[in-house]
């Protein structure tokens, strides 16, 4: 199993980015992606998860209105897109598979969003 | 639920034993309370699951401990590659939520 996320990604303020999460070794319809984010220098920050299979979705509501995850099952592909970015939207973004009761073994490798004029 | 991890930094010697802390706002139903290592400019790895059961290749060294609203990750010896920073995450009630992280620095 593996989890590779699209590349570093630097936008202005009120910007928007689109990051991809791209799954092989099992069909992403199996099991629900988490979204994690973690500003420099900072713990980590659960963003809300989706259930590729129906594409339900779960949005932490400090997100809510800004984000959007969707899921491509084609392309065994997650997105997450996050809107009216400012500066402290910068961080590293994780997605995550959500193994339910045994939590997140599978990790992609993060990637970098940096919000700067 | 919020969780609050002690002490905030640990200063110890590689072959020392490590005892971390998460308290919990609220019982963790089920015991969904996981641990994660994160070293420096890595993904987090996950430890432990259901508050005491190690992930897949984690090693025996490493044990977690608790119910309710107290949780123990502990390091029984210490390895130079064990120093990284360490966060609970209780995946039991929506959100799930982290706790802000206990470093382990070398002494």
């Known amino acids: 199993v593996q989890l590779v996320q699209s590349g570093a990604e630097v936008k202005k303020p009120g910007a928007s980015v689109k990051v991809s999460c791209k799954a092989s070794g099992y069909p992403i319809s199996k099991y629900n992606i988490a979204w994690v984010r973690q500003a420099p220098g900072q713990g980590l920050e659960w963003m809300g998860w989706i259930s590729p299979s129906n594409g339900y979705t779960d949005y932490v509501r400090e997100f809510r209105g800004r984000v959007t995850m969707t899921a491509d099952t084609s392309t065994n592909t997650v997105y997450m897109g996050l809107t009216g970015l400012r500066s402290d939207d910068t961080a590293v973004y994780f997605c995550a598979r959500d193994d339910g009761a045994t939590s997140s073994l599978f990790w992609g490798q993060g990637t970098l969003v940096t919000v700067s004029s | 639920i919020v969780l609050t991890q002690s002490p905030g930094t640990l200063s110890l010697s590689p072959g020392d034993r490590a005892t971390l802390s998460c308290g919990a706002s609220q019982s963790v139903d089920h015991n969904y309370l996981a641990w994660f290592q994160q070293r420096s400019g890595q993904t987090p790895r996950l430890l432990i699951f259901g508050a005491s059961n190690r992930a897949t290749g984690i090693p025996d060294r490493f044990s977690g401990s608790g119910s309710g609203t107290d949780f123990t990750l502990t390091i029984s010896r210490l390895e130079p590659e064990d120093f990284a920073v360490y966060y609970c995450?209780?995946?039991?009630?929506?959100?799930?939520?982290f706790g802000q992280g206990t470093r382990v620095e070398i002494k």
């Open positions: 995450h209780q995946y039991a009630k929506s959100p799930p939520t």
